[in-house]
């Protein structure tokens, strides 16, 4: 939940703070989460397709490697929003 609600919108609106051409904090706000919300079903189909499976690999390896596995899904997420979401 915390990805739907805080990472997605606070990845959105950055990108809108990058690509916008505007020095005006509201305009990067209103484009950033109007961009979140007309993309958010797919997002969040998206985050259940990945973080679901990844949550439940996370919790049945050994303890001393639950943080290795979840910052390297935590990188290639990032790096698939990036690729997917991230151009104009």
Do not use: E
């Not at 916008?20 to 985050?47: C, E, H, N, R």
């Not at 490697?65 to 929003?81: A, E, I």
């Amino acid at each position: 939940m915390f990805i739907l609600f805080v990472n997605l919108p606070t990845f959105y609106v950055l990108k809108a703070v990058i690509f916008s051409g505007s020095a005006d904090p509201s305009i990067w706000v209103s484009t950033g989460l109007d961009t979140y919300q007309a993309s958010l079903m797919k997002d969040a189909f998206d985050v259940v397709r990945v973080w679901l499976p990844a949550d439940l690999v996370c919790f049945s390896v050994p303890l001393y490697l639950r943080l290795p596995v979840r910052h390297g899904v935590s990188f290639f997420w990032t790096m698939y929003l990036s690729f997917t979401r991230g151009g104009h």
